[in-house]
């Protein structure tokens, strides 16, 4: 696509219930990345596929969430029992090579656990 | 110490002023520095990159890069309102990091009428 696409562009839950965000990046970008970035704060990052290489998972806060990318395209990232810190915006960007041109960001997931 | 250090701000200039935006970093092997440009409620957005020492001109904008003294910086010049937003400086290649990206928490610009 033209650019990185985000599903759901917003999710609010209950706490204790999984959910899933969508992720389809630029078409032909090797390179995959999750952030997230709670309310006035940085970008933490959480996990980076490069390719068909084992993916970078030292950012995960906990292993109550995990991801995946199939096909080298498409990657989605649970969240199973929700908390209320899990409340932030989730991004979503790719690179074409391992990001040493920077990255193109989709728009996001604003999740919010009730 | 933080891998990359923004002041938060908020900074504010007036319309058509120079704004100069910091950012020093710690880990002297990073390669790659970027400035994104983050409006409220939006995502970031990739406006400059630089990877050698000196300044690198795009536009209104110039990223300047000190390997030497560690730091990066980002001029703004003839400041628009449509400038206010949050600047994110980023880091590639950190010790130990791989190929991602190391953000600072941003400085905030206000360009005032």
């Known amino acids: 696509g033209a650019g990185v696409s985000q599903s759901p562009s917003n999710k609010v839950t209950e706490k204790g219930k999984d959910v899933e965000l969508r992720c389809d990046p630029i078409?032909?970008?090797?390179?995959l990345y999750w952030y997230r970035q709670s309310l006035g704060q940085g970008l933490e990052f959480l996990i980076y596929f490069q390719g068909n290489s084992a993916p970078d998972k030292s950012g995960l806060p906990s292993d109550r969430f995990s991801a995946e990318r199939t096909g080298g395209s498409v990657s989605t990232l649970t969240i199973q029992r929700t908390q209320q810190e899990d409340s932030a915006v989730y991004l979503c960007?790719?690179?074409?090579?391992?990001?040493?041109?920077?990255?193109?960001f989709g728009s996001g997931t604003r999740l919010t656990v009730v | 110490q933080k891998e990359v250090e923004q002041n938060s701000g908020p900074l504010s200039v007036p319309e058509g002023a120079i704004a100069s935006l910091n950012c020093t970093y710690s880990?002297?092997?990073?390669?790659?520095f970027f400035w994104y440009r983050q409006y409220s409620g939006k995502s970031p957005e990739l406006i400059m990159s630089i990877y050698s020492n000196g300044d690198k001109e795009d536009g209104r904008f110039t990223a300047q890069l000190n390997k030497a003294s560690q730091y990066v910086s980002l001029l703004i010049r003839d400041s628009q309102p449509s400038d206010s937003a949050t600047y994110l400086c980023?880091?590639?290649?950190?010790?130990?990091?791989?190929?991602?990206?190391?953000f600072g928490t941003g400085t905030q610009l206000k360009v005032e009428l």
């Open positions: 880990d002297r092997v990073s390669q790659s």
């Open positions: 960007a790719s690179s074409l090579d391992g990001g040493d041109r920077g990255y193109t």
């Open positions: 078409s032909g970008h090797t390179a």
């Open positions: 980023a880091l590639g290649g950190l010790t130990g990091g791989g190929n991602k990206l190391t």
